[in-house]
């Protein structure tokens, strides 16, 4: 056999020495990479696995239904499951907020009654109070739906914050629901969003109920993706506009599961206002590509 040429540049190659045979594709006698050890393998093409370091810490993956088409069967059954696994600050903080906002609109109802005038009729038989109210009563409920309306953005702000949390998959407590987010902005949503389905239900109601609909994510949206009240309302109407029969059926559920909470005496509602909210969280980040953890078994 004929024995190439030998190049008086190149050092004799030794077959079992390190370095002896080039890698793949690399000409004999060439240099390898800065760094490099002879004879090491290259690093990896990009996108080749292994290229990419792992994520920081804290980066969330993609969701669980991610490339899949959301199902709203699906989000009933984790939000069942995330109450099921959180059941003790859910039930306390929709306890202690319920109560707040109980007490604070019934003093003001009692200061306002309380300023009105107020006759008793008896006939024997029966006994009856009425009660009508003047212009301080109305004075003290003007006040009252102010505070309440400051108050109620303070509770939705909290609220949705642990909410979201128990959706990125993190472990929350009773203080999780406590630590309000983007609250100025959840105060002047809601007041909008109010006035908004006010004004559609004074028109024969069916204004104000597509309005609650197309407007239904705009808390959340605002909590959420820290934006503006006016954003926040965007964000929800351009959702539903896009998953129309989706976000119907999330909002009819949703609806439904309350009033059931609602019928079993009124306990049924410290569970089914936390479970409403889950499911509405999921469907939101569901239908956005947003992260949503996975179930825990």
Request: glycine share 14%.
């Amino acid at each position: 056999m004929t024995q190439p040429p030998f190049d008086p540049g190149q050092q004799p190659i030794n077959p079992g020495q390190p370095g002896a045979y080039p890698p793949a594709g690399q000409q004999p006698g060439a240099y390898p990479p800065a760094g490099q050890q002879p004879g090491a393998y290259p690093p990896p093409p990009p996108g080749a696995p292994g290229s990419y370091p792992p994520p920081p810490p804290g980066s969330y993956p993609p969701g669980p239904a991610a490339g899949q088409p959301f199902s709203v069967g699906d989000g009933f059954s984790w939000a069942f499951n995330k109450f099921g696994k959180n059941v003790g600050p859910l039930i306390l903080a929709t306890l202690v907020f319920g109560l707040i906002l109980g007490v604070v609109s019934s003093l003001f109802q009692f200061i306002a009654a309380a300023l009105g005038d107020t006759s008793s009729i008896s006939d024997g038989d029966s006994f009856a109070v009425t009660s009508s109210y003047g212009v301080g009563s109305y004075l003290v409920m003007a006040l009252g739906y102010i505070v309440l309306a400051v108050l109620s953005g303070y509770v939705a702000a909290s609220y949705w914050n642990g909410i979201l949390q128990i959706a990125d998959g993190q472990h929350v407590t009773l203080g999780s629901f406590f630590q309000p987010r983007n609250v100025t902005n959840v105060i002047i949503a809601s007041i909008l969003v109010g006035i908004i389905t006010g004004i559609g239900s004074i028109l024969c109601v069916l204004p104000g109920l597509i309005a609650a609909l197309f407007l239904y994510f705009t808390t959340i949206a605002v909590v959420d993706r820290n934006a503006s009240a006016t954003e926040g309302m965007g964000l929800s109407f351009n959702l539903v506009k896009d998953n129309f029969g989706q976000t119907l059926l999330v909002w009819l559920l949703a609806i439904v599961i309350v009033l059931v909470g609602a019928i079993l005496c009124g306990v049924g509602l410290l569970v089914a206002v936390p479970v409403a909210a889950l499911l509405v969280a999921y469907s939101w980040r569901g239908l956005t590509g947003g992260y949503v953890a996975p179930a825990t078994p």
